[in-house]
């Protein structure tokens, strides 16, 4: 029965725990061979998957490019940098130039009062500590309206217990930081707005304001102003409560960082053009690469080691990505810039990106369609190496071999272990016939010896 337990070799003259052992090894073989020919054609699929993840990347790489939009690209230059950042937002404009001026950069406003405490700890009135204060901040969002809170202190409490109440407060905490701000010999209780773009209000470095609260906090300053960013173009001037301009020049956006003038040129990227051209290049060059590396036969020496996968059909879909570019050698208006060559050991695609800028700076946009049917093409193929030529097929092939191999592996994987359980059983029972014959040769000795004394 399964899970019976036979200890081989208990009668000390039938060793057959050893007799199965070898047994067993004989009947493996045919198990051990298939064991090693899945081996192969796990490391074979492994390889070819690796190849279609290789294409599968190049499918989605041409898939995300649109012509209007690859085409349309454009670059745009800034003479002053130190005054603004500019970039494209929106590749759909015409080429232009343009002059802006700087007249104001945004800032937060801080103010403080005078008062100078110790240390942040330090009450407002140590004598008077059930003396009641009050402060109210009021902030202008941008949106409308007016936020105001009213805190309520006393004399007990701490410049930092101050803070934390502000900072801390659901309505007038979203705008401004309350902060003590050290001025050499002590601390000032000091305001700052939180974020500069929230408001639009504008102010100016002014004070002393009396609010009430001499006594407790000094009188208030204003140490810097609140200020709305400037931009000036022609007889026009843009305001933004924080640094970016968007669309005030068509399809940019501007960030100032200091006052002064600056020009923006727009025109056609090339460089960027040119640039997608070349990661298509190098996709296709990692396919190849990748072929190139199934199907070398090295030699060393006199020693010849055969390719990791013998097929055609990979030979075949290296020279068909390699003529997606013939175009470009056949092709009148390009092939005078020698874009193109090939690599004659490895035959990567080699691409001479600056003589391919120059072939789009002196040809219109229609003979650059050629570029875009080579993208198109190369989808094409690739997805169908990927899907049902080429390395899709030689995929379901190996796995279906897998499969058969697995199936006969579980076959002999049942077989042996239902020949060594019969093994076992009878191999016991032989032992038990033995043991047996045993014990009747000990009566049969028995015997003989008490006739033995018997006869004495």
Known sequence: MPGEIYYPNITGTFDWGTLLDGLMKLESVRLNRLEFQKKQVDKTLSYLKELKSTLEDLVSFTSGIEKNSWFSKKSVEVSNPDVAKVTIID?????????????????????????????????????????????????????GGTVSKTFTFYGRDTLQSLIDQINNDPDIGKYLHAYAMYVGDGYQFALVEKDIEASDYESSPSGPYDVGLGDVLGRLYILQGAQNSELRIGDHSFTDPGYTFTNVLPGLKVEVKKAGDFTVTVRRDFEGIAKVFGELVEKVNKVIEKINDLTKVTVSGDKVSAPKISDYELKELKIRLQRLFFPLLEDSNISKYN????????????????????????????????????????????????????????????????????????????????????????????ESYIAGLQQIQAKINNILAVQMLLTT
């Not at 240390?119 to 202008?140: G, H, K, V």
């Open 339 to 430: 874009v193109i060559d090939f690599d004659k050991d490895s035959g990567k695609v080699q691409l001479n990106l600056s003589q391919l800028r120059k072939f789009l700076e002196e040809n219109p946009e229609e003979n650059w369609q050629i570029l875009y049917d080579i993208v198109q093409n190369a989808k094409d193929l690739a997805d169908l190496a990927t899907n049902s030529a080429y390395v899709a097929p030689l995929i379901k092939g190996y796995e279906r071999i897998e499969k058969r191999i697995e199936e006969k592996m579980e076959y002999y994987r049942s077989y042996l272990a239902e020949k060594e359980e019969f093994l076992r059983k009878r191999f016991a029972s032989i």
């Open 91 to 143: 590749n759909d404009i015409p080429e232009y130039t343009a002059s802006a001026t700087v007249t104001k950069v945004a800032q937060v406003e801080v103010k403080y009062f005078d008062r100078v405490f110790s240390s942040p700890d330090e009450q407002f009135n140590s004598d008077n500590p059930d003396a009641e204060y009050q402060l109210t901040l009021t902030y202008a969002p941008r949106d």
